[in-house]
């Protein structure tokens, strides 16, 4: 289907359907963009995360037991 049918059958949506529509294509959007934007911004810090050693400091103790306080 190409983008001038999807747009001929959108204008056959009543008007509540059409916002409807918009709404959820714009939410799609959004999730998809916060989503990438996050994952670049995780792959632009992958090198610091692995090597800063203040970012690293708790890894140190990762394989110690761990005993709640009750």
Not at 4 to 25: G, T, V
Not at 28 to 48: C, I, K, P, V
């Amino acid at each position: 289907m190409s983008i001038n049918e999807i747009l001929n059958e959108i204008n056959l949506l009543p008007p509540k359907e059409k916002i409807w529509l918009i709404q959820q294509a714009l939410k799609s959007f959004q999730d998809t963009t916060s989503r990438n934007e996050l994952m670049m911004a995780a792959d632009a810090m992958e090198e610091e995360y692995r090597t800063d050693k203040e970012l690293t400091a708790f890894t140190d103790i990762d394989f110690e037991n761990f005993y709640e306080a009750k």
